[in-house]
């Protein structure tokens, strides 16, 4: 089945020590969202990519980086992780931008709990 | 950029009706969509609105006024799996790419 895929689930890792989160897609979407979900808030999202077009939104700090290498793999990451970074990280995929249906799919999600 | 209301929490019977409201306000309406989130788990899609009216898919409906900002998520003959977080997002022209902005979700607890 067509999917996006996110590893790990769990994610525990030291205050300070990068971290990487990875999603990949099965659904062929040249769009590909992350989003930070902390406890019983909205998904917030952090940063897009269009294609290899990278869009950063205003409010994403510089802690947070993402990487594209092709349309399937998408990475998160947190440079220096602090405690306030533990949360749901959310990757989604659509199929493009404009006018008309275009759902976002999400992935599983992982779970990263700083330590 | 845009304003998303809705209730944070609400309870109901299993085998009721529920009705869940969203209001928004943005520049640039393209679009609402509703999803479902279960604790601890992806949301998942359940409907999508951009012209006015009722949308139905089985025992979900969605309504949308766009002169008003304000949808609706109908949920008939509750059942007890549908405990779950309903997210309201919207879709602006003004964003670029297909980017949504969520409300804070509304917990619906379905009791026996």
């Known amino acids: 089945d067509a999917m996006v895929i996110q590893n790990p689930r769990y994610q525990v890792t030291q205050f300070g020590k990068p971290v990487t989160l990875s999603c990949s897609q099965t659904l062929n979407h040249n769009v590909m969202y992350w989003y930070q979900q902390k406890s019983s808030q909205a998904p917030k999202l952090l940063f897009h990519y269009y294609d290899k077009d990278f869009n950063n939104e205003a409010d994403t700090p510089d802690n947070f980086q993402s990487r594209r290498p092709n349309t399937s793999f998408c990475f998160l990451d947190i440079r220096s992780p602090g405690l306030g970074d533990a949360a749901m990280y959310l990757c989604?995929?659509?199929?493009?931008?404009?006018?008309?249906?275009?759902?976002?799919?999400f992935g599983p999600g992982t779970r990263l709990t700083v330590l | 950029g845009q304003n998303i209301d809705q209730p944070t929490e609400m309870t109901a019977t299993e085998g009721a009706i529920v009705q869940i409201n969203c209001t928004y306000q943005t520049s640039g309406f393209n679009g609402l969509f509703w999803y479902q989130q279960h604790a601890g788990e992806a949301p998942t899609f359940l409907s999508y609105n951009v012209l006015d009216g009722l949308e139905e898919k089985g025992r979900f409906s969605s309504f949308l006024s766009r002169s008003k900002g304000y949808s609706y998520l109908l949920l008939k003959e509750l059942q007890m799996k549908d405990s779950a977080s309903y997210l309201c997002a919207v879709r602006d022209w003004d964003n670029a790419g297909n980017m949504l902005t969520f409300g804070g979700g509304t917990r619906l607890m379905v009791k026996p």
């Open positions: 989604a995929t659509s199929s493009g931008a404009g006018a008309g249906y275009n759902e976002q799919f």
